[in-house]
């Protein structure tokens, strides 16, 4: 991959990122908001402890599918555009700039956005900065994180694994509140009801809403040309990821059900608030927003990590964008991809201020994040035709079944997504179609490498 902004093979991604490096990555982008949000509608839908753990249990279930279907991709195409580069080699060139173009309006930035609001709903807990202080401080989290970023990537920073363990200790929190119930013989604040032998009707949506909050490991493929071993580090990495963010997952959920049982679970507008108060007593408010807090920080922080790459790498095939597709060697990172991703998040956020910022980017983001994991699960079987020779260091298990597997459960989110969310979802699929008419008005100028 060169052109003019990165002819100096200096100028290139190199491998010196470890696998424990990209497993931490991944367990910062997406423990965060998710496991603090997600419990109660997961509880509302699936309505019994039984139907309650096996939503978090498939939830965690499909992203491993997934994990593998993406293992076999990384490491046999690997390069600093992830999803990108797989998408452009199955589906061609226009696939995969809607796909970066996606990535740069809707799903990164928007995601980076709206964990902004829910680190700065938090933080306002703490310190309030007045009417707009989510907003504000959401704003200071972008631009502070992206500032850090640019410093560069030469080594691995003691300070992102700082910031995981403070956003996993945000889930130990929720733990501790429900053994430190049991071990005083506290009861759940509501009954478990009894677990019928079928599931409920809703139980299709306490998937849905398990599945949102495991979204984001797929994001490490963008560290593929950076993994030192590359062979097999990558595939290790997402597995790995998976099985510590499920595991994570199942102790939360158990501390919720433990703490507050169903019923109170699925009414709950502040499932950790609720746990921390009900184990601790009210004054422990203020832990739980800093742990939340924390959580989000280190999320927006993994998610600026990879986002910006995505971006570097689409530029290579459109030199009017030539200038994002410049890879700084000496810091390691896409400085003017990174600048731009922080430009656009926060004209997110702005926006998100005047429409209830975190429940409005989950809608924007939703739909078009699924359609485009659906694609990648089917390219696995697409370059297996179209490239049949490439060597595989690692190929996807029971192919064609798991990534066949994988694809259905994507599509299932894209329809459950736009019909439950509707209007959100449906602006941001507007925006995913402004992207063709970027893409058309690129080719007319002449600008297709």
Known sequence: MTDGATSDPGAQPRRHVSETYVVMLAVAMVVGAGIFKSPALVAENAGSTLWLFAAWAIGGLVSLVGALCYAELATTFPDAGGDYHFLKRAYGKGAAFLFAWSRFAIINTGSIALLGFVFGDYMQEVVSLGSHGGAIWAILAVAGLTALNLRGMNSESTGDYALTALEVLGVVMMGAA??????????????????????????????????????????????????????????????????????????????????????????????????????????????????????????????????????????????????????????AIPTAAYLAQGAVSMLLVCLGA???????????????????????????????FREKDAPRPFRTPLYPVLPLAFAAASLAMVWSSVDYVRVGALFGLGVLGAGVLVMAALRTGGTEA
């Not at 430190?180 to 019928?196: C, T």
């Not at 986002?307 to 597709?325: E, I, K, V």
């Not at 005047?354 to 924007?364: E, H, K, N, P």
């Not at 694609?375 to 370059?383: F, Y």
């Open 178 to 331: 429900a053994i430190w119930m049991v071990m005083q013989g506290v009861s759940p604040a509501s009954a478990n009801p009894a677990s019928p032998a079928t599931p409920p009707a809703s139980f299709g949506y306490a998937i849905v809403f398990a599945l949102l909050a495991y979204g984001g490991w797929n994001e490490i493929a963008t560290l593929s040309a950076e993994v030192r071993d590359p062979k097999r580090g990558m595939a290790r990495a997402l597995v790995i990821s998976v099985i510590v963010i499920t595991a994570l997952y199942l102790f939360a959920a158990w501390a919720f059900w433990r703490g507050l049982g169903i019923t109170a679970l699925a009414k709950s507008t502040a499932p950790a608030a609720d746990l921390m108060a009900r184990a601790f007593g009210p004054n422990a408010g203020w832990l739980t927003a800093i742990a939340i807090a924390c959580a989000a920080f280190t999320s927006i922080n993994a998610t600026i990590i990879v986002g910006g790459r995505t971006t570097y790498a689409a530029a290579h095939d459109w030199p009017a964008l030539a200038r994002l597709g410049r890879w700084d060697g000496k810091r």
């Open 354 to 384: 005047f429409y209830d910022g975190f429940a409005t980017l989950v809608d924007y983001t939703a739909p078009v994040f699924w359609l485009f994991m659906a694609a990648s699960g089917l390219a696995v079987i697409v370059l297996r």
